[in-house]
Antibody, heavy 121, light 108 residues
Framework: QVTLRESGPALVKPTETLTLTCTFS??????????VAWIRQAPGKAPEWLAL???????YYNTSLKTRLTISQAPSENQVVLTMTNMDPEDTATYYC?????????????WGQGIPVTVSS | EIVLTQSPATLSLSPGERATLSCRAS??????LAWYQQKPGQAPRLLIY???KRATGTPARFSGSGSGTDFTLTISSLEPEDFAVYYC??????????FGQGTRLEIK
C-alpha cells in the first residue's frame, strides 16, 4: 500500500526558510523509474509543480523557483526533504508530495494529504 | 513553458448528464497528459494518464481522448460524487510539468 505524508511547520515568517519532509511507504525511491515530487496549491488556484527527485538522485526544479528550492533524500531512505528559502506571503499554500512513476507516464499517481503553510509575520 | 488552457471554467450540469471538459496545450504534448479530480479539502486524485488510460480505480464512465494540443475528458453519465474541480497536467520537455487552471463541475 503506497502512502505519503508531509510534515513541517504550519506557519513561517517572511524571509525565513521552509523545510518540509515527505515520509513515504509502499515503494522505494531506489527503484528505477520512480520519482517523488513536491507540488503546491495556493488557495483557490491550480496546483504548481515545484521539484522532483528521481531514483538515481537526479534533481529537477521549476525554473521560476529554482534559486530558492533544494530537494534531497534524507538519510532515512523513505524520506524526501524540500527546502524553500526567502519565504514570502505569496508562498502561502498547501504543499503536497506525490509519487511519479514512469509506468504511469510520469503522472502523479499517489499524493499525500498535504500540509497547509502560511507565511505571515 | 507549455501552457494548458482548460474550458469551460465552470460547467453546470445535472446528474445523469454527459460532461465534456477540454484542455488545450500551447504546443504539442504528444499524449503526455493526465487528468485529476479534486474535491474540497482533498488532494488531487489521478483519473487518466497518457491521455486515455484510466488509472486504477477510475470508473469506466470517465474517458480521456486527444493528442497533440487538444484533449478531452468525458464523463458519460454524471454521478453525484463527480461534482468537483478537474485539472489537466502535462509533462513534455521533461521535467517541465504544468497544470491547467481547472474546470469546476457544479450541480445545476
Amino acid at each position: 500500500q503506497v502512502t505519503l505524508r508531509e510534515s513541517g511547520p504550519a506557519l513561517v515568517k517572511p524571509t525565513e526558510t521552509l523545510t518540509l519532509t515527505c515520509t513515504f511507504s509502499g515503494f522505494s525511491l531506489t527503484t528505477r523509474g520512480v520519482c517523488v515530487a513536491w507540488i503546491r496549491q495556493a488557495p483557490g488556484k491550480a496546483p504548481e509543480w515545484l521539484a522532483l527527485i528521481d531514483w538515481d538522485d537526479g534533481k529537477y526544479y521549476n525554473t521560476s523557483l529554482k534559486t530558492r528550492l533544494t530537494i534531497s533524500q534524507a538519510p532515512s531512505e523513505n524520506q524526501v526533504v524540500l527546502t524553500m528559502t526567502n519565504m514570502d506571503p505569496e508562498d502561502t499554500a498547501t504543499y503536497y508530495c506525490a509519487r511519479q512513476p514512469r509506468f504511469m507516464e510520469w503522472s502523479f499517481d499517489f499524493w499525500g494529504q498535504g500540509i497547509p503553510v502560511t507565511v505571515s509575520s | 513553458e507549455i501552457v494548458l488552457t482548460q474550458s469551460p471554467a465552470t460547467l453546470s450540469l445535472s446528474p445523469g448528464e454527459r460532461a465534456t471538459l477540454s484542455c488545450r496545450a500551447s504546443q504539442s504534448v504528444i499524449t503526455y497528459l493526465a487528468w485529476y479530480q479534486q474535491k474540497p479539502g482533498q488532494a488531487p486524485r489521478l483519473l487518466i494518464y497518457d491521455a486515455s488510460k484510466r488509472a486504477t480505480g477510475t470508473p469506466a464512465r470517465f474517458s480521456g481522448s486527444g493528442s497533440g494540443t487538444d484533449f478531452t475528458l468525458t464523463i458519460s453519465s454524471l454521478e453525484p460524487e463527480d461534482f468537483a474541480v478537474y485539472y489537466c497536467q502535462q509533462r513534455t520537455n521533461w521535467p517541465s510539468i504544468t497544470f491547467g487552471q481547472g474546470t469546476r463541475l457544479e450541480i445545476k
